[in-house]
């Protein structure tokens, strides 16, 4: 059997190793629970193979002796569980099942500005293309008002079409969320833009407040495409320690959101392909 995916809402805490949480029941030397909290390990079921501490980037884990234990006398013991950059290797490699990837909880700041975000897009969205295609324009600016409707587009296509190519590329990891990837996605429109689906939701607010010209979609608009910048810009270093190396590369090779500069750089490097 498999490490328990809701182990944290089923076992209670029994105590501490090294200031990692164990998790019970333990009665050792037989029964020794889960170790860890966001890379937590059923010692259980773990054999000991050690394809955690060869696979994994940040050399997260420790050896620890476990005489007596059924199934081996040393365990993997995940001494540094907060540096882990959700890459996932461990876990998919794990050929017991005994590892799981949690990411840490939101800070109370973080959950309100989230739930922030839920509220508030939508109806940014949303209010501002009803009133700009029911009233006309605020402002009655008719340029920007036809601009907004060609950002509104842009801005879609970016979305769904990344998401469907990320679900489809990224080889997220089984029962996880699509964002939990194990493969670098840099292909497709992810050849033009580093984050297409993040600069297609950043449009949709500044399509709304083109096609509005309303000051209330602007007071609403603005802050939450500042927090989105904020946002990638986070992912963005989570995201190196996660791929390395090949993560700075793709750095290097497309831009973050700029969608005019990444169509040139991609035509570029498509133009000297062809003439090599």
Request: aromatic share 12%; glycine share 8%; proline share 7%.
């Amino acid at each position: 059997m498999p490490i328990d995916p809701d182990f944290q809402k089923k076992r209670k805490k029994v105590g501490k190793e090294k200031g990692i949480a164990i998790w019970g029941p333990v009665d050792p030397p037989e029964k020794l629970g889960i170790y860890g909290t966001y890379i937590a390990i059923d010692w259980d079921i773990c054999t000991g193979c050690g394809v955690c501490l060869k696979v994994c980037p940040q050399q997260l884990y420790e050896w620890v002796e476990t005489s007596g234990h059924p199934t081996s006398e040393k365990k993997a013991f995940p001494a540094r569980e907060l540096d882990c950059g959700q890459c996932y290797k461990c876990e998919t490699k794990c050929p017991e099942q005994a590892v799981r990837i949690v990411y840490p909880p939101l800070t109370a700041w973080l959950n309100f500005l989230s739930y922030l975000f839920v509220l508030l897009m939508p109806a940014q969205v949303i209010g501002g293309l009803i009133y700009g295609a029911l009233f006309g324009p605020y402002l009655g600016l008719k340029i920007p008002f036809y601009v907004g409707w060609v950002v509104l587009v842009v801005g879609l296509l970016l979305l769904f079409s990344s998401l469907l190519y990320f679900r489809k590329r990224g080889e997220p990891v089984r029962g996880r969320s699509l964002m939990c990837t194990t493969f670098l996605v840099d292909s497709g429109t992810y050849a033009i833009v580093r984050h297409p689906q993040f600069l297609g939701i950043v449009l949709l607010p500044c399509a709304s407040i083109l096609i509005s010209q309303h000051w209330l979609t602007a007071i609403i608009g603005v802050p939450i495409i500042v927090l989105l910048f904020i946002f990638v810009q986070k992912a963005e270093e989570a995201l190196a320690l996660k791929f390395g190396d090949d993560y700075k590369r793709y750095m290097q090779r497309v831009p973050r959101m700029n969608l005019l500069l990444g169509i040139m750089r991609l035509l570029r490097r498509k133009w000297e392909k062809v003439n090599h």
